[in-house]
């Protein structure tokens, strides 16, 4: 009979037939650090308090075995999540797990932030010299001559750098609270492993701050040994590169360098940051999804930003979404504005109920996801050779033309509000966009006059061409 500690469910639903047994290799080391830390977290009596964010790797499925709460993160992004728990749940206990192509390579930046800011969470970093799970590649912590599929002659450090000594650069921060490297290749070590696990979850329970445990560990099956020879391998190669030992307790000064974040919920968060007036719902107020879109550069992002400020300015729930490619100008540009008297959902859209286009690119990317019953307004100056869906209404408006004949070529946005304005789809007072259009010059004041002429000259056309 298997007798599992407490902080293993008691089944594992992974596999049928397979309830009493994990999923690892035999003489694999998760396994191994996986049992210590269950029985830590059942000793300490946190397991009901804890959270488990498991890697992409070989121990991907943790959330199997370990009775805690349970998170997947993407690959490289479980200290990343870890983060975010911590700040969203500062009172319960926090545990990042990670391989060492998961945190020393795509996911090096967030682990090394984390632990940077000393996020109050105990980090596990399974240290095994490859990349397990998809066939033995060379990781960033494969030693020098090492040979793994992707590195068959040996690493050559000159074209693949050095192996990653994670513990060491970690080391050089001032916020973690504790640093150590353990191994779990024998029973000496294991012992050795189980107390520095134990410690990193003490120094959770006692809300000190940020630990990092970085395990070396025998991967029989990628180091193409037996689980004896593999366990070798860890002590006699591995251990030269990467020493076993504490390089950092600070867990008994009287003031850990720990991360102090009260808990806060959401809605303290969302009335923390906004300086403006409370926001009250106003329930006959509806939602309108606005798209905006044309080439970087034509002021899309502002001509959002505009009716932004002016719904806000009213009280009103408002989101801006911007997208934009790389380039500065020309590329593609658009954002997504909702407006709404009550909470909105999302700020993303899938279907505009106002779509303003100033460019073909636009015209093709957006038009088809219109509604009947929404509205499009182009530029008229662009031939719309799209199959306009049914229901919808369409206004060719010439805003170049209007902007640069009011001597402002490059206020087409602001002719394009002005005629929002005209058409009655901005359910607002005309003079609070007026306003929020002037607010937008605010840093440009030469300008306020100018766009005003071409918004009034937009208006007049829209009155005169298009109601
Ligand atoms: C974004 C992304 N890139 C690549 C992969 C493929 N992938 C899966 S696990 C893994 C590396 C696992 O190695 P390690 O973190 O060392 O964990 P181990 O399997 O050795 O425990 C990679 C590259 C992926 N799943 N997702
Ligand atoms: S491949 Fe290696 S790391 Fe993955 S389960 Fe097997 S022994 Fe463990």
């Known amino acids: 009979m298997i007798i599992k500690s407490k902080g293993f469910y008691e089944e594992f639903e992974r596999k049928a037939g397979r309830k009493r047994t994990t999923h690892y290799c035999a003489g694999c080391g998760h396994g191994i650090i996986q049992k210590l830390i269950a029985e830590a977290m059942a000793d300490l009596g946190i397991?009901?308090?804890?959270?488990?964010?498991?890697?992409?790797?070989?121990?991907?499925?943790?959330?199997?075995?370990?009775?805690?709460?349970?998170?997947?993160?993407?690959?490289?992004?479980?200290?990343?999540?870890?983060s975010g728990l911590v700040r969203a749940i500062p009172d319960k206990i926090v545990i990042a797990y990670q391989g060492d192509g998961d945190l020393g390579a795509i996911g090096f930046n967030n682990a090394f932030q984390?632990?940077?800011?000393?996020?109050?969470?105990?980090?596990?970093?399974?240290?095994?010299?490859?990349?397990a799970m998809t066939g033995g590649q060379l990781a960033p912590t494969s030693l020098p001559g090492q040979k793994t599929t992707t590195s068959p002659y040996g690493r050559d450090v000159v074209k693949t750098g050095e192996p990653l000594k994670v513990c060491e650069i970690f080391n050089q921060l001032d916020r973690p609270v504790y640093i150590e490297r353990v191994s779990v290749a024998d029973t000496k070590r294991i012992m050795k492993a189980r107390k520095a696990i134990r410690k990193a979850l003490q120094i959770q329970k006692e809300g000190k701050g940020y630990a990092f445990v970085e395990i070396l560990s025998p991967?029989?099956?990628?180091?193409?040994?037996?689980?004896?020879?593999?366990?070798?391998?860890?002590?006699?190669?591995?251990?030269?590169?990467f020493p076993l030992g504490c390089l950092r307790d600070r867990s008994d000064e009287e003031a850990p360098c720990c991360m102090d974040i009260a808990p806060r919920s959401v809605d303290d968060i969302v009335s923390a940051d906004y300086e403006g007036d409370e926001i009250t719902d106003m329930p006959d107020i509806k939602e309108r999804k606005y798209k905006f879109s044309g080439f970087g550069g034509q002021g899309i992002l502002s001509l959002g930003l505009v009716l932004a400020d002016a719904a806000s300015e009213l009280g009103r729930h408002v989101s801006w979404f911007p997208s934009y490619g790389p380039e500065q100008r020309g590329g593609s540009a658009s954002c997504s504005v909702v407006?709404?008297?009550?909470?909105?959902?999302?700020?993303?859209?899938?279907?505009?109920?106002?779509?303003?286009?100033?460019?073909?690119?636009?015209?093709?990317?957006?038009?088809?996801?219109?509604?009947?019953?929404?509205?499009?307004?182009?530029?008229?100056?662009v031939p719309l050779e799209i199959q306009v869906p049914e229901g919808v209404t369409v206004y060719p408006f010439p805003a170049?033309?209007?902007?640069?004949?009011?001597?402002?070529?490059?206020?087409a946005n602001t002719a394009l509000l002005g005629c929002m304005v005209e058409l009655g789809l901005l359910d607002m007072p005309d003079e609070d966009v007026a306003a929020a259009l002037a607010r937008s010059f605010a840093a440009k004041p030469k300008l306020v006059d100018s766009n005003k002429k071409v918004f009034e000259a937009a208006r007049a056309y829209a009155r005169e061409r298009l109601v």
């Open 339 to 381: 407006v709404s008297g009550l909470e909105i959902g999302s700020p993303a859209i899938d279907h505009p109920d106002v779509l303003v286009a100033m460019n073909q690119p636009s015209l093709e990317r957006f038009l088809p996801t219109m509604q009947s019953g929404s509205v499009l307004i182009y530029e008229s100056s």
């Open 400 to 411: 170049a033309d209007i902007a640069s004949d009011n001597g402002v070529a490059k206020a």
């Open 219 to 241: 991967c029989p099956t990628n180091m193409r040994a037996d689980s004896v020879k593999a366990a070798q391998f860890v002590t006699d190669e591995m251990e030269k590169t």
């Open 114 to 131: 984390a632990a940077n800011r000393g996020d109050g969470f105990a980090h596990f970093f399974v240290n095994n010299a490859l990349y």
């Open 47 to 82: 397991q009901d308090d804890t959270v488990f964010v498991s890697p992409v790797g070989c121990a991907a499925f943790c959330y199997y075995y370990l009775d805690c709460g349970n998170v997947a993160g993407p690959h490289g992004r479980a200290a990343a999540v870890a």
